[in-house]
Structure formats: structure tokens, C-alpha cells
């Protein structure tokens, strides 16, 4: 017997996908603001001390952020080249006189090495990315920051400093011999170098949920989940302390 076309059971089968197609970005989304609210677990590190650059004892890192992505801003010094010995080999300028900082990502190899603007993004890179994919720290050379609309201070006393440095430096992954593993040639920007990074990338483990997990060895209070820009400049200001300027 021929099977016949039903218009109507496949106006309905096609009415679901779309309803889907449209409603699962709005369900991450606010899923994404509602985990921004729930703060992560209560033995976290000791609460952060209040202060402000002005005050001995204390560093100023920045949130540097865009629609899809933020990176952490961490000012030049002896020590942050010392616990990272193997940048110098990478091509990063770090003898040019206008830096200042590191910025410092985390995100999808597939992803972050190829998508330099919003124009080189494809279609097979954002599914590895929203699928699974490994992941890839980001290291940028960067000049003079300041607080704006899209770039957060914030003041870390030195001891929640020294945390947060010492998780990013976990982030790296590292060879049989200690060193970061360094990807020649993967370039998105000027200066900047893309190394191995451990974890495992995917849609509900994206960069900024990289973010907030390194905000939250600091002792900073952050939601449980912030995997998008909003929900994490959200979270820092329903739940961070004072000290943190977003604008």
C-alpha cells in the first residue's frame, strides 16, 4: 500500500523542531542567569578581602569582555613571567614597552583558534564547540586598562591574587617534561599565542564557566553556572563584593 503525505502531521513534526530550534537557546539563556544567582558551594576560599590598588598588599586585575567571551587581565610583573618561564619561546612581546598586562582565555580549540571576528565563524566550529571539544588556552599581550562599559576591575589582596594566578597555571596542560605544550602557528591577533589547556570544552562547560571558576579560587563570590558574558557580569554584581567596578 503507498504511503501518503499528510500534510498536517508534517506541518505539526516541522512546527515542533522550530518551536525547539527557538526555544532551547531561550531555556540556556535563562538557565545561564538563574545559575548566576545560586553562588557555588559555601566552603569556597576565604571570603576576599575589601580594598581598593591604593592600599599595600593589593593587585588590580581586569575582566577584559565581549559578547561571547572574557578573558582575565593580569598586570606584568617578575612574578607572573616567572610562573610562566616557557612565554618568552612563544613570540609574545613581552619586552615591548607598552605591556602591561596578559590576558589570559580559555576556550574550544576548534573554536577559539579561528574565529578571530565574528565573520570567521563556521557552522562545524561552533557544533565541535557546543558538542565537545578540547580545549585551548589563549595568552594576548595587552597595554593600559581601565574600567568601562566592557572591561571590569577588580582588586585582589595579594594572597587571593597568588590563588588565582596558581589556577591559571593549572589550566595549562603540560608535557612529560613540565612545560606548557605551545600550538605554532594558531594566531587570532596580534602577539598572542594558543597553548594545550586542560578540561573538556562543550556547551555547558564554555570559556566564562572557565572564568568564573578561576574568579572563584580567588575567594570571589560567583554563581555556580555563568557560561555566557551577561550571566557573569551578572553574577559579579548580584553577588561580588564592593571592590568589583563593573560599570
Known amino acids: 500500500m503507498p504511503l501518503k503525505f499528510r500534510p498536517a502531521t508534517a506541518f505539526r513534526a516541522g512546527g515542533w523542531v522550530l518551536a525547539c530550534i527557538v526555544l532551547l537557546p531561550v531555556l540556556y539563556v535563562a538557565a545561564s542567569f538563574g545559575g548566576a544567582l545560586v553562588p557555588r558551594n559555601l566552603d569556597a576560599?576565604?571570603?576576599m578581602a575589601q580594598g581598593t590598588s591604593e592600599e599595600p598588599g593589593t593587585v588590580r586585575i581586569f575582566l577584559v569582555t565581549g559578547l561571547l567571551h572574557a578573558d582575565i587581565a593580569l598586570p606584568v610583573s617578575e612574578a607572573l613571567l616567572a610562573a610562566f618561564p616557557d612565554l618568552g619561546e612563544t613570540g609574545l612581546p613581552l619586552g615591548h614597552p607598552g605591556l602591561h598586562y596578559l590576558g589570559f582565555g580559555w576556550g574550544s580549540r576548534a573554536f577559539y583558534t579561528t574565529a578571530g571576528s565574528y565573520s570567521d565563524i563556521t557552522v562545524s566550529a561552533t557544533l565541535r564547540a557546543a558538542t565537545g571539544d578540547e580545549p585551548v588556552m589563549r595568552v594576548t599581550p595587552l597595554g593600559r586598562l581601565s574600567a568601562?562599559?566592557?572591561v571590569v576591575a577588580v582588586d585582589l589582596p595579594v594572597?587571593?591574587?597568588?590563588r588565582l594566578l596558581s589556577a591559571i597555571k593549572a589550566s595549562f596542560l603540560t608535557g612529560a617534561n613540565g612545560r606548557t605544550i605551545h600550538l605554532a602557528g594558531a594566531s587570532i591577533g596580534p602577539g598572542d599565542a594558543f597553548f594545550l589547556a586542560e578540561g573538556h570544552f562543550n556547551i555547558f562547560n564554555p570559556c566564562n564557566q572557565w572564568v568564573g571558576r578561576m574568579l572563584h579560587s580567588a575567594g570571589i563570590k560567583i554563581g555556580i553556572w555563568t557560561?555566557?558574558?551577561h550571566s557573569l557580569l551578572a553574577s559579579l554584581r548580584w553577588l561580588g563584593p564592593p571592590?568589583?567596578?563593573p560599570r
Request: aromatic share 6%.
Open 45 to 47: 576560599p576565604a571570603a
Open 148 to 150: 568601562n562599559e566592557d
Open 159 to 162: 594572597p587571593a591574587y597568588q
Open 227 to 229: 557560561p555566557t558574558t
Open 243 to 245: 571592590s568589583i567596578k
